[in-house]
């Protein structure tokens, strides 16, 4: 008798998701899958509908039945089985200022019900991943941007987490303090295995820091693939058209192509966007200061 082999479940696997909010719709039909073990990028203008993907996958938006699955489980029927599977790292501040770094690790290994012995272990571990034991004794109000971000790593490591959430975890970074969150991200992958998926409005981030990308606009997925293979693509595409040859093309290229607009020239309907942006960006200026 020959056993079966069975293909191991994808990480996320979003089948027709749809989320609307009263009248406006978020995510329109949405089809994913994201292999264990990749990093892989939602990008997309402000208003695209990346947030409200991730918050369904992470179960704090009601979904249908057989809408998203996490490792094989049903966010609408195991929630709390795909809640363990994930460290989510949110758009806002998730980290208390007038508290230490370990100390609030160590909130998060409680609410994320670590087991009581292991926590200790699993809170410095976590501080350790993300190269802040030596200043976990201090208060978050001290820290850099940079650091909050990786603090904010940390909290969700806690969890042991298979799939790590990460909502634009470099806004408002310098270049340093930027690579300084990639290099964490990605010696934790390489330690665990741990799959990634991340939202960023940098392109260039994306091309560097993403196996595979999905370009989103208006609650759709426009285009999906590795950076090389979208921009290849356009390529293609662009001598078929016959067009003048204008050099390699960058993701930013590939999303215009797309999208009809790049995500730098928002339109005269995505105003409220820059406002969220100006607002998102103090908040993370305010962890600095
Ligand atoms: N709580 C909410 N109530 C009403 N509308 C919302 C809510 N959250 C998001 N929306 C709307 O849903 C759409 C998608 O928003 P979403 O935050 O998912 O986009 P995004 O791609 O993550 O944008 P950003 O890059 O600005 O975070 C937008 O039109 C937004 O205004």
């Known amino acids: 008798m020959t056993a079966s082999v069975r293909t191991p479940a994808p990480a996320v696997r979003c089948t027709g998701l749809h989320y609307a909010f009263g009248h406006v719709t978020a995510v329109d039909g949405l089809d994913l899958s994201v292999t264990p073990g990749e990093v892989f990028g939602l990008l997309g203008p402000n208003g695209a509908g990346k947030t409200t993907t991730m918050r369904a996958i992470t179960t704090l938006l009601p979904v249908p039945p057989g809408a998203v699955e996490v490792f094989g489980h049903d966010a609408a029927r195991q929630k709390m089985a795909v809640r363990r599977l994930l460290g989510y790292v949110p758009q806002q501040l998730s980290a208390d200022g007038t508290l230490t770094g370990r100390e609030n690790v ?3 290994a409680r ?3 670590a087991p009581r012995r292991e926590r200790p272990a699993r809170v410095a571990q976590a501080l350790e991943a993300v190269g802040l034991a030596d200043v976990a004794g201090r208060l978050v ?3 850099s941007g940079g650091m909050v971000r990786r603090l904010e790593l940390a909290q969700a490591l806690v969890s042991a987490p298979r799939l790590m959430i990460l909502d634009e ?4 970074l310098d270049p340093i303090a930027r690579d300084s969150v990639w290099d964490r991200i990605n010696r934790i992958r390489a330690g665990t295995g741990m799959t990634v998926l991340v939202t960023t409005h940098s ?3 994306a091309d560097r820091r993403c196996d595979r990308v999905a370009l989103m606009h208006r609650g759709k997925i426009r285009a999906l693939g590795t950076p090389e293979e979208l921009k290849s693509a356009l390529v293609t595409l662009r001598r078929e058209a016959g067009g003048e040859d204008t050099g390699p093309p960058t993701l930013e290229d590939v999303f215009r192509h797309h999208a009809g607009s790049g995500l730098e020239e928002p339109g005269a309907d995505e105003q409220r966007g820059e406002f969220r942006d100006v607002r998102r960006t103090r908040r993370t200026a305010s962890r600095v200061g």
């Open 141 to 143: 109000a001290t820290y």
């Open 169 to 172: 975890p470099t806004v408002g």
């Open 203 to 205: 392109m260039e981030e």
């Open 111 to 113: 609410v994320f019900d």
């Open 106 to 108: 160590a909130l998060f």
